[in-house]
C-alpha cells in the first residue's frame, strides 16, 4: 500500500476482533510517530501503550455517557498521547504523529480511531483525571485516547465523502478561486 492508497482508504474502527496487535506491529506503528515531523523538532510527544482491562475500564468510566465510553470497554488495546506544552506547537505535532500511527496501522490492516472522551466543557475535567490516572507528570498534558486492533470486518473504501477541493484551497487569499 502506498501512501495515497493509506490515505484515501484509511477510515476510523469502532469494532475490533479479540486477537492482540503483536508487538512487532505495535513498534511499527509507534515508530511511525516517533519519525514525524514538528514544529522547530522539539518532538513533544510521549506514547503510553495500556493493555490492561482494569486501566482500560477506569479511562472508560472517566468517559461515563459518552459515546466513547462502550468503545473503550470494549477495547484491548490503547495509546495515549500525551504533549510537552513546553513547545508553542505541541498539540499540532501531537496530531500529526497520531495521524502517522493510523497510517502504519492501516498498512498493516490494523484499524484506529481517536477517543476524545466527553464533550466540551467536561472534556478538560476528563483529561486531567485521566493524566491522573496514567501517571502524567504535571508538567505534560495527556491529549487523547487511540483505540487500536484488528477491525471486525474488512473495511473497504471506494470515495469518502468529502468536500470538493475547489471549496477548500483557495489560490493568494481566502476566497480567491484556485485555477488549473
Given at each position: 500500500?502506498?501512501?495515497?492508497?493509506?490515505?484515501?482508504?484509511?477510515?476510523?474502527?469502532?469494532?475490533?476482533?479479540?486477537?492482540?496487535?503483536?508487538?512487532?506491529?505495535?513498534?511499527?506503528?509507534?515508530?511511525?510517530?516517533?519519525?514525524?515531523?514538528?514544529?522547530?523538532?522539539?518532538?513533544?510527544?510521549?506514547?503510553?501503550?495500556?493493555?490492561?482491562r482494569d486501566t482500560l475500564d477506569k479511562l472508560a468510566e472517566l468517559m461515563k455517557g459518552d459515546v466513547d465510553e462502550?468503545?473503550?470497554?470494549?477495547?484491548?488495546?490503547?495509546?495515549?498521547?500525551?504533549?510537552?506544552?513546553?513547545?508553542?506547537?505541541?498539540?499540532?505535532?501531537?496530531?500529526?504523529?497520531?495521524?502517522?500511527?493510523?497510517?502504519?496501522?492501516?498498512?498493516?490492516?490494523?484499524?484506529?480511531?481517536?477517543?476524545?472522551?466527553?464533550?466540551?466543557?467536561?472534556?478538560?475535567?476528563?483529561?486531567?483525571?485521566?493524566?491522573?490516572?496514567?501517571?502524567?507528570?504535571?508538567?505534560?498534558?495527556?491529549?487523547?485516547?487511540?483505540?487500536?486492533?484488528?477491525?471486525?470486518?474488512?473495511l473497504t473504501v471506494r470515495t469518502k465523502r468529502r468536500k470538493k477541493l475547489e471549496a477548500l484551497v483557495f489560490k493568494?487569499?481566502?476566497?480567491?478561486?484556485?485555477?488549473?
Amino acid at each position: 500500500m502506498n501512501v495515497s492508497e493509506a490515505v484515501s482508504t484509511n477510515v476510523a474502527v469502532r469494532e475490533f476482533r479479540r486477537d492482540q496487535v503483536s508487538l512487532r506491529d505495535l513498534m511499527k506503528i509507534l515508530e511511525a510517530a516517533r519519525q514525524c515531523q514538528s514544529g522547530k523538532n522539539t518532538q513533544p510527544w510521549y506514547f503510553i501503550i495500556i493493555q490492561r482491562r482494569d486501566t482500560l475500564d477506569k479511562l472508560a468510566e472517566l468517559m461515563k455517557g459518552d459515546v466513547d465510553e462502550e468503545l473503550m470497554k470494549k477495547s484491548s488495546l490503547a495509546v495515549a498521547i500525551i504533549g510537552d506544552p513546553a513547545g508553542e506547537f505541541f498539540v499540532f505535532d501531537c496530531g500529526r504523529a497520531a495521524q502517522n500511527m493510523t497510517l502504519a496501522a492501516w498498512e498493516l490492516g490494523i484499524g484506529s480511531c481517536i477517543i476524545s472522551g466527553p464533550e466540551p466543557p467536561d472534556r478538560e475535567s476528563y483529561r486531567v483525571k485521566a493524566g491522573r490516572l496514567l501517571k502524567v507528570p504535571s508538567n505534560l498534558r495527556f491529549l487523547e485516547l487511540m483505540i487500536v486492533g484488528y477491525p471486525q470486518v474488512k473495511l473497504t473504501v471506494r470515495t469518502k465523502r468529502r468536500k470538493k477541493l475547489e471549496a477548500l484551497v483557495f489560490k493568494e487569499d481566502f476566497g480567491s478561486t484556485m485555477t488549473a
